[in-house]
């Protein structure tokens, strides 16, 4: 299993550009999520799925979208880049049955706002 | 509000010392605690998690529901515990795979 992936692993965009942040799982997890880490806020939500079909916003959903379409796949658009927006995200997803609440990490897109 | 709070940025010991991590957290209702570790160039991994009461590379962390902790604790530090520590909270019996997590403690641990 690859687990969690994601790409880019780096990405510069100009401010007002957009773009999708790719996010895949093979774990068959009803659960995903996108968060993003910055210097002394920890790992802030931003949006996440508990299923196919199903979405709903997190601390921080102003400026990305997402959808999921698959169980598997869990796009984050952002829509008008904006240097608020530098930061590095990471997915995440886990499963809902009892063998708990651990999510799996992806290794994280760094992206840049210019 | 539900909130996370890890008090230190950076806890700096020598190899063989005692290392506490503190998290304390603000929830109403029963939560789970977790702690994940970010070891550089990884990517963020579970821990452990307070319902298993496990103890994981020598770690342990032991949930005070008086005092609202759950701080991480381990009797020798070892170089190869420099890592980025998460205190994180999940909703307990409403699992939706949301955690809000701490601000983070670096653990910077020298020869």
């Known amino acids: 299993n690859a687990g969690v992936t994601q790409t880019p692993k780096f990405q510069v965009l100009k401010t007002g550009q957009s773009m999708t942040l790719q996010c895949a799982q093979d774990?068959?997890?009803?659960?995903m999520s996108w968060y993003r880490q910055d210097p002394g806020m920890g790992l802030r939500l931003i949006h996440y799925?508990?299923?196919?079909?199903?979405?709903d916003q997190g601390e921080v959903p102003n400026g990305y979208n997402v959808s999921r379409s698959t169980t598997e796949d869990f796009p984050l658009r952002l829509l008008s880049a904006a240097p608020s927006q530098t930061s590095v995200y990471f997915c995440?997803?886990?499963?809902?049955?009892?063998?708990?609440?651990?999510?799996?990490f992806g290794p994280g897109t760094r992206l840049t706002v210019t | 509000a539900q909130r996370v709070t890890q008090p230190e940025k950076l806890l700096s010991v020598f190899k063989g010392a005692p290392v506490e991590l503190k998290c304390n957290y603000s929830?109403?209702?029963?939560?789970?605690l977790f702690w994940y570790v970010q070891y550089s160039r990884q990517r963020l991994q579970l821990l452990l998690r307070?319902?298993s009461r496990e103890s994981i590379k020598g770690f342990t962390a032991d949930l005070n529901k008086g005092e609202t902790s759950f701080h991480l604790k381990k009797p020798f530090a070892q170089e190869e515990d420099s890592a980025m520590y998460y205190c994180?909270?999940?909703?307990?019996?409403?699992?939706?795979?949301?955690?809000?997590f701490g601000q983070g403690t670096t653990l910077q641990v020298k020869p």
């Open positions: 307070h319902i």
């Open positions: 995440a997803s886990s499963s809902a049955g009892t063998s708990g609440y651990e999510q799996y």
């Open positions: 994180a909270l999940s909703h307990g019996s409403s699992n939706t795979g949301k955690l809000i």
């Open positions: 799925s508990v299923g196919a079909g199903i979405t």
């Open positions: 929830y109403s209702g029963s939560p789970e």
């Open positions: 774990m068959n997890h009803e659960y």
